[in-house]
């Protein structure tokens, strides 16, 4: 998994709304968090997105993308997206590009649970890792933006 210090790789993928997205394109745009989570509708995965969701307003109020990545395709996105109304971008990585390129695995056929904050200029600045606390990803998230300045004013 890559760590706090390396440089984000690039992802282009397409959003739920079937649009390609590049992560390059919020460079100099504030900070990002970018989460990758195993599956759509599952409950730790609903459980995750929603407290994005509720959460949201603090990440943008911060200057923060948040963006959530699975490999679930972009209907199952946008029916994900549409149903917990999520205000955030989600990506579709069915070849698992975007997972293997930031060292993500899969344990006994369950994906990792990751979530990056990346700075203004695309470096990991902080990383969590936690199959099952959900919760954990969002407030370690907050806090790190909250703590180390990486707040766009």
């Known amino acids: ?19 390609l997205f590049r992560l390059s394109s919020l460079r100099g ?7 990758f989570y195993p599956k759509d509708g599952t409950m730790v995965c609903t459980r995750q997105a929603c407290t994005f969701r509720d959460d949201h307003e603090s990440f943008t109020g911060l200057g923060a993308t948040v963006i959530g990545v699975s490999a ?4 199952s996105h946008k029916a994900f997206a549409e149903k917990h109304q999520l205000p955030f971008i989600l990506l579709s990585d069915p070849e698992d590009v975007a ?13 990792e ?9 695309g470096i990991i600045r902080s990383a969590v890792q936690d199959r099952l606390n959900a919760r954990k990803h969002v407030e370690e998230a907050l806090s790190f933006l909250r703590d180390q300045g990486l707040a766009r004013s």
């Open 72 to 75: 679930d395709d972009v209907a």
């Open 29 to 35: 745009q504030g900070p990002v968090v970018i989460y």
């Open 113 to 121: 649970r990751a979530t990056f904050v990346l700075d203004d200029s």
């Open 1 to 19: 998994m890559l760590k706090p210090g390396d440089p984000a790789p690039e992802v282009v993928l397409q959003d739920q709304n079937g649009l």
């Open 99 to 111: 997972f293997r390129a930031f060292g993500l695995k899969s344990f006994l056929g369950m994906k």
